[in-house]
């Protein structure tokens, strides 16, 4: 389906070219698959890992390059003897171009499906499980080209592209970029590097069709790949931040990588580890990690790492569920030494031993009576597990990797995959020891989430709350059937003519009002921010819009989602009907397609002022096709239409419409998720459709509340939403005591410094 191309020069290999390589051997399913383009050098000088899912060329085997390079050599940056500028340096930035164009025109001969080449720029390190579908699921419908787009520059960030070359328009495209380079063209122009060369290329084809997608429309800085949908799977070392040496890499303060690894530095600070032990060194990485942790509460760390490291074979690979590829105990031990050494010059000290060997023989002797914390991520079987444990459980902190737990599909890892969750099962109150499984939702591939979990020795302090929170979980569906709301969208698409008002617009500063229907709104105080803010706009969902008209406040907007019919009584036991008995004229109501058509009509037919919009649901699409989002063949949703996304609730897709509408600053009040006061017969009586019953109690924080499944679905998608710290967004929340108020006090969004990237 995809084929990721990269280029590498001697440099870049010296310098995060082997953590780039190992990081996809880590990461990337088996349908993924890099080929490396390098050039003047030998790569297999270096480190690399032998693996079926990257391909080894040399770029200096394409005579064009060699010919381009030779007759052009003098536009090097230092053109009549200028200081040298990267700008115009055309021979640097040809390896991308003559790389790229190589393999897609050899794909294309290849085979009539030739599919999407995706080129990845090589000082990109990969973070997290990624397959084909995480990465096609960035791209919308029909898109033959993909790119990294950036308001702050007029030129693309070329560090991430996807060409569709089963499409004429790549193909061409790709041919022109050569052709720039090759004939000298690129030489005519203001700046000569493939970013600006390949933007104007970008603005010719879509000016003549071509469909490109752009998945950072809303960057305003120039690192468009971090603020992207990218940054889940990817970190981009981007200019000054890119590694200058191997030893140099993961040694920043903020650690990168996924969720977990991010708690285990913290589980560092916290229990002021000093003396450490880990095993499964692998590259040094995690220990770099770990001893900067640790660097800010002692002047000196001792780390103690246990691997096989070369002595690893496809048979003890194959033994302990390893995919990594392996490092020697020499490479790890000159990457700590590196460490080490740049650590003295800022007045620390790092010590290490490093083990090699079975950790069943070289952990038998060790002695872990001074050890603070222990980190077990070796072997991975069952047997290994236990062992690593059982040598090491007397250490006041535990810390296991690869606890599994199944994710919102139902996907989970085999039993012969369960080791860590074995060594806490087996763990009982006669053991003295606290056992703690972290949140996580750290993705594996064939399915589940994978945790830390933590062994404490009684006495010690607990893990702090911030780590220990437990994020809502729940597996929200559909509430009509899927030929149901398509029949809705059919029948929307003909009494709404207005759907073409929803697209991206500017970014600006006038903050929306999202009013959601719980109890807990202080119309006094609603009343007076919106008199600070007179040039707001208030958004409310059905279920508030008959209370706000009752205070004296008309909304601008009231946002529709329900499927179901108008006569019908809603979850919160109103007949819908009687939610719209006063209709203020100046109210705009934004109907998603797929409302049943029966609220649209009662609203038509009460001069009600109605647009029209598209919600994303799993139930318009065409579950056939997998790689991409395909709208259903019986939904005329017409290509190109805005699908808002968000949640499950209408307030949760008003905070996405109106983002996509260039909102930033966000107001958000009624988004309770609980019952303030809940009558016990209702309790003890009302049931879901399935005989459940409806309404019941969860606790978090210390507090508890009673809720509904419904409730649960959107508290989830408010805590999904807190928790983006990349996102350009500006919450101010409205409502303490309640179960949302406790997700939003403890979220980084409530902690961080405000959004203010409006310029």
């Not at 200058?244 to 002021?272: E, M």
């Not at 508890?704 to 679905?713: K, P, Q, S």
Request: charged fraction near 25%.
């Amino acid at each position: 389906m995809l084929e990721v191309v990269t280029s590498i020069h001697k440099g870049g290999m010296e310098s995060y070219g082997e953590k780039m390589l190992a990081s996809v051997v880590e990461h990337w399913a088996e349908d993924m698959h890099l080929t490396v383009w390098y050039h003047d050098h030998n790569i297999f000088e270096f480190t690399i890992p032998d693996s079926d899912r990257i391909s080894y060329r040399n770029l200096n085997e394409v005579q064009d390059m060699l010919d381009y390079k030779e007759n052009f050599s003098k536009y090097d940056g230092n053109y009549n003897d200028q200081p040298y500028n990267w700008r115009m340096d055309a021979i640097k930035w040809c390896h991308k171009v003559f790389a790229m164009t190589e393999q897609a025109f050899e794909m294309a001969d290849d085979s009539a499906e030739a599919g999407w080449l995706v080129w990845l720029d090589a000082d990109t390190i990969t973070t997290a499980p990624v397959c084909e579908q995480d990465i096609l699921s960035m791209v919308e419908l029909e898109s033959e080209f993909v790119h990294l787009g950036r308001t702050a520059t007029d030129y693309s960030e070329t560090s991430f592209m996807m060409f569709n070359l089963n499409m004429e328009p790549p193909l061409q495209m790709l041919g022109d970029l050569r052709g720039a380079y090759q004939g000298g063209e690129v030489m005519t122009y203001r700046e000569w590097h493939d970013g600006f060369i390949i933007t104007r290329l970008i603005n010719i084809y879509r000016a003549h069709g071509m469909a490109v997608c752009n998945l950072s429309p809303d960057c305003k800085d120039l690192n468009a790949f971090n603020t992207s949908e990218l940054h889940n799977f990817f970190h981009h070392y981007k200019g000054n931040t890119k590694p200058k040496k191997l030893s140099d890499t993961q040694v920043a303060p903020d650690v990168t990588g996924p969720k977990r690894y991010r708690q285990l530095s913290d589980l560092v600070h916290h229990y002021g580890a000093k003396n450490i032990v880990e095993v499964g060194t692998w590259n040094g990485g995690r220990a770099i990690e770990m001893a900067l942790s640790s660097f800010k509460k002692h002047d000196s760390v001792f780390y103690y790492g246990f691997d096989l490291f070369e002595e690893a074979t496809e048979e003890s690979d194959s033994l302990e569920l390893n995919s990594k590829a392996h490092n020697t105990l020499a490479a790890v031990d000159k990457r700590l030494n590196d460490f080490a050494e740049r650590m003295a010059d800022d007045g620390k000290m790092f010590e290490w031993e490093l083990y090699k060997g079975d950790t069943k023989e070289t952990l038998k002797d060790f002695d872990a009576t001074n050890i603070d914390l222990a980190y077990i991520d070796g072997g991975h079987s069952i047997e290994t597990c236990q062992s690593d444990y059982d040598f090491l459980k007397d250490v006041d902190v535990v810390v296991m990797d690869d606890y599994f737990s199944e994710d919102t599909d139902g996907g989970k890892q085999a039993e012969e995959h369960l080791g860590t969750n074995k060594v806490i099962e087996g763990i009982t109150k006669e053991d003295n020891r606290k056992r703690i499984v972290l949140p996580s939702q750290d993705r594996v591939i064939g399915g589940g989430h994978t945790h830390l979990a933590v062994i404490l020795t009684e006495g010690m302090d607990e893990v702090p709350i911030e780590l220990r929170r437990v994020p809502i979980i729940v597996n929200p569906k559909d509430c009509v059937p899927s030929e149901y709301i398509q029949n809705n969208v059919q029948e929307n698409m003909k009494l709404i003519d207005n759907y073409d008002w929803v697209h991206r617009r500017s970014i600006h500063k006038k903050p929306a009002f999202i009013i959601s229907g719980g109890a807990s709104i202080d119309f006094d105080l609603l009343k007076a921010e919106l008199k600070m803010n007179p040039d707001a706009v208030t958004v409310c969902v059905k279920h508030s819009y008959p209370t706000l008209m009752e205070q004296g406040i008309t909304p601008d907007y009231c946002v529709i989602l329900d499927p179901r019919p108008i006569d019908g009584v809603s979850t919160h036991g109103i007949v819908r009907k009687d939610l719209f008995k006063n209709i203020n004229k100046t109210t705009k109501f934004l109907v998603a397609s797929m409302t049943d058509p029966s609220v649209t009509k009662y609203l038509q037919y009460y001069k009600a002022d109605v647009y029209g919009w598209h919600a994303y649901t799993d139930s318009i699409r065409n579950m056939q096709e997998q790689s991409k989002i395909e709208i259903h063949e019986d939904v005329p949703i017409p290509e190109g239409a805005t699908l808002v996304t968000g949640g499950t609730a209408a307030a949760m897709r008003a905070i996405g419409m109106f983002h996509i509408l260039g909102f930033r600053y966000f107001h958000l009040f009624g988004f309770d998720c609980s019952y303030m006061d809940i009558d016990k017969k209702k309790v003890e009586f009302d049931t879901t459709e399935d005989g459940d019953p409806k309404y019941f109690q969860v606790e978090t924080d210390g507090d508890i509340y009673w809720t509904t499944g419904e409730l649960l679905a959107m508290a989830q998608d408010c805590e999904k939403l807190f928790e983006r710290k990349d996102l350009d967004m500006n919450i101010t929340f409205h409502g303490e005591d309640t179960l949302i108020g406790t997700c939003y006090r403890n979220s980084p969004k409530a902690k961080e410094v405000k959004w203010d990237g409006i310029k």
